[in-house]
């Protein structure tokens, strides 16, 4: 903690300028008065990282309260939303979601280890292409793009039922390279401003860039409800905002880039407990 | 009558622009420490519209990461890079016009992007791809401009 005191004691400094509100270190994330989240964990040692801090820790306070109750986080109306199309028949088979899989809790675990390499493709699955294959393969219906209110919602419901266990995905084996390609990436500084995803999220997260404060940029609250777009957003799409931040051309979502990113990415956040959906600025 | 004023203040703008198109980046000449001795146009900065461009988001955007009080009357005032209070009295000018074109110069690995050089990182947007991120007398201006935060 600190790193992240220090950063608290200099936004305090800097009070006369700072009238937005900072997290309070000791805020707790507990959701619906039952669910305990551990937002700071420790790290692995293999981490880059000293410790590891969700994204809540550096939302105002009102953005926290927002996640800490279902009926205040906007995701759930998406989530809803899902739910009815968990149980509809799409596509040229007849089948719904729900035909062949009954309970949606079904999938508890799932979003903790994802993205995970698949030996049979040779490629990592993310949670849009094992949902798009389910479409395309079993039920005879059209893919979803990526991002799209559809994909991002179903995504919103598959991963709370993960909500409160820690991320795991594993970067050995046949995830090797793409682990390797994403640490690269992470690492690279692109755009005209010319800068890496290091920079921001590794080397200044605490600190406030202009009106925002740097998170370590994690992906355990993924999907998440934005209030500045008032959308869930994806991690690969919000990988396109930063980049654009930058002024870089992105890669395209369900790149080979953004994936293998996608798992460095996660990986870095390994032991941090899933909050999906959660609530950002 | 607006319409006609805006014109000649355009074209005003442009033509000096045209005059003040200054040293290409590349040819840029820095010192040992990464200092810049010379003007970028030979055309004196102006620290009033350097204060713009320092506070502007389009633009320098300075103040999205450095804390400086002569600008208080902006909200948000980042905390990446070191704050400015007493720029002008730590740093000379040929210092100051080196870390605004370059600061990698002066400090490798910085974070702070380089407002005039010829290369940008890779995959830079087309609409932006070999352009400098300041114009030339956008630096002096914002040199001129830093030069007047000094220690109290």
Not at chain 1, 40 to 66: H, I, K
Not at chain 1, 163 to 182: I, L, Q, S, W, Y
Not at chain 1, 211 to 228: C, E, I, M, V
Request: contains cysteine.
């Amino acid at each position: 903690m600190k790193k992240f005191t220090k950063t608290l004691t200099c936004v305090i400094a800097a009070s006369a300028f700072a009238t937005v509100a900072v997290a309070d270190e000791d805020a707790k994330l507990i959701i619906n008065d039952e669910l305990k989240i551990e937002t700071n964990v420790a790290a692995s040692a293999d981490s880059p990282l000293d410790e590891l801090f969700s994204g809540w820790v550096f939302r105002s306070n009102e953005t926290q309260l927002m996640q800490m109750d279902d009926f205040d986080n906007p995701s759930f109306i998406f989530v809803e939303q899902a739910e009815e199309q968990f149980a509809k028949v799409d596509g040229t088979e007849g089948k719904a979601c729900a035909t062949c899989h009954e309970d949606v809790a079904s999938f508890k675990g799932l979003r903790t280890v994802l993205p995970r390499h698949n030996a049979s493709t040779g490629k990592l699955d993310t949670m849009a292409t094992l949902i798009n294959d389910c479409r395309t393969d079993r039920m005879g219906a059209e893919p979803w793009k990526f991002s799209k209110g559809k994909m991002t919602s179903m995504k919103a419901l598959i991963s709370l039922q993960s909500r409160g266990m820690p991320m795991n995905v594993a970067v050995d084996g046949g995830a090797a390279e793409a682990f390797e390609k994403g640490k690269e990436l992470y690492y690279t500084r692109v755009g005209q401003l010319d800068m890496s995803c290091a920079n921001c999220h590794e080397d200044n997260y605490g600190n406030m860039i202009r009106a925002d404060h740097l998170s370590q940029g994690q992906t355990n609250g993924f999907p998440t409800y934005r209030l500045k777009n008032a959308k869930l957003n994806s991690i690969q799409g919000r990988f396109k905002g930063c980049m654009k931040n930058i002024r870089a051309t992105p890669y395209k979502e369900g790149s080979d880039e953004f994936t293998a990113l996608e798992l460095y990415v996660a990986s870095r956040g390994n032991g941090l407990i899933v909050e999906s959906p959660s609530v950002r600025n | 009558m607006l319409l006609r004023s805006l014109v000649a203040v355009t074209a005003a703008l442009i033509s000096t622009s045209a005059l003040a198109e200054g040293t290409a980046p590349d040819a840029v000449a820095f010192g040992e420490d990464g200092q810049v001795m010379a003007s970028l146009t030979n055309v004196a900065g102006d620290p009033a519209a350097g204060k713009k461009y320092f506070t502007n988001r389009k633009l320098g955007n300075c103040l999205a990461c450095h804390v400086n009080d002569d600008a208080s009357e902006q909200s948000f005032h980042g905390e990446v890079g070191p704050e400015l209070n007493g720029a002008g009295s730590r740093w000379d000018e040929a210092q100051l016009r080196g870390l605004v074109v370059n600061s990698k110069k002066t400090f490798e690995d910085s974070i702070m992007p380089s407002f005039y050089r010829a290369k940008n990182g890779a995959r830079t947007m087309e609409k932006f791809a070999g352009k400098t991120i300041l114009s030339a007398q956008q630096v002096e201006d914002v040199v001129a401009y830093l030069i007047t935060l000094k220690e109290e």
